[in-house]
């Protein structure tokens, strides 16, 4: 059984492999080429952190580097978003009347969120400098989780690294907006309400109220990630726990492997169909918390 759900949690977590176990009786393992194979001249970590004079620097800052098949799927995601968008943005540019099911289902999420996410959180007037950047985020991060629902491919949002990264994407931005309208100090100082206080009590105050907003600010963006990271981990694992019941009791009599089987089935197609509700709605709640998060910068008390 530890066996089983070891290789259950392996299809939902990275790997530097492809791993499609239908092909051949015991799975059919796809490794995938890694840069000291393709690109030898490349400096591999520990060469530059070497001159850095760090004694004992931690395992992970010194690994050589690698591709996995996370890294795969996202840069898949990026392809497909280059591709359909720079068409729609040529058809649209074209002036023409939207035609065709792809046109009509693109052009109609691109305005949705234009209209119903970004200029409602962050104002008409600052929405469109934004728009790029949340047009962006909503549809890696759709095309990431469909990704996952392609059997044996798993998806990139599942893994912290892709989710966290994205996350301090969105501090980063909602921090340089902030700053680029106020000023640095301006920014910093007008996270703090106004309160009229005797200068005393505003010198330990403000201070304490400066940084419990700041810490609010890297909590939400920390929630931010683990959010869409366990809703799509979750899925995909009781997803493939699922259809692990079918194989747990092959051996078992055959009226009771039918009987779960047929029970597997069902569930997992039902699950599936959530799961391609939740793709859509945790891209969404993304780009619409990172919007609304600029909004705030970009609008203080």
């Not at 977590?13 to 490794?31: C, M, S």
């Not at 892709?162 to 909602?174: G, S, Y």
């Not at 493939?240 to 039918?258: E, K, M, P, Q, S």
Request: aromatic share 12%.
């Amino acid at each position: 059984m530890a066996d089983k759900t070891q290789e259950l949690f392996g299809h939902v977590k990275d790997a530097q492999y492809f791993h499609l176990p239908n092909l051949t009786e015991e799975g059919l393992i796809v490794q995938i080429p890694q840069p000291a194979e393709f690109a030898p001249w490349l400096p591999q970590p520990a060469e530059i952190v070497e001159p850095l004079g760090i004694e004992e620097p931690p395992a992970w800052l010194t690994e050589p580097w690698s591709l996995t098949k996370f890294m795969i799927l996202e840069a898949v995601a990026a392809v497909l978003m280059i591709v359909i968008f720079v068409w729609l943005a040529r058809k649209i540019a074209s002036g023409e009347r939207p035609r065709g099911i792809l046109w009509n289902l693109f052009e109609a999420m691109v305005v949705f969120m234009r209209d119903e996410v970004a200029r409602p959180a962050i104002g008409k007037k600052d929405a469109d400098r934004f728009l790029p950047f949340i047009w962006t985020v909503f549809f890696f991060i759709l095309f990431c989780n469909l990704l996952g629902m392609v059997p044996w491919a798993g998806s990139p949002t599942g893994a912290w690294g892709c989710t966290l990264t994205l996350a301090v994407i969105a501090f980063v931005t909602m921090i340089g907006a902030g700053i680029k309208k106020y000023g640095p100090i301006g920014f910093w100082t007008g996270q703090v309400p106004h309160m009229e206080l005797p200068l005393v009590m505003a010198l330990f105050i403000k201070p304490m109220v400066l940084l419990i907003e700041v810490g609010g600010m890297l909590i939400k963006h920390f929630v931010l990630s683990v959010r869409l990271l366990a809703n799509m981990f979750a899925g995909h694992l009781v997803l493939a726990v699922i259809l692990g019941f079918i194989a747990a009791t092959a051996d078992r009599n055959a009226a009771l492997w039918t009987t779960v089987m047929f029970g597997s089935v069902f569930g997992a197609v039902a699950l599936s169909l959530l799961e391609l509700f939740v793709a859509f709605l945790q891209a969404y709640i993304f780009a619409f918390l990172s919007a609304l998060f600029i909004g705030m910068a970009v609008h203080q008390h």
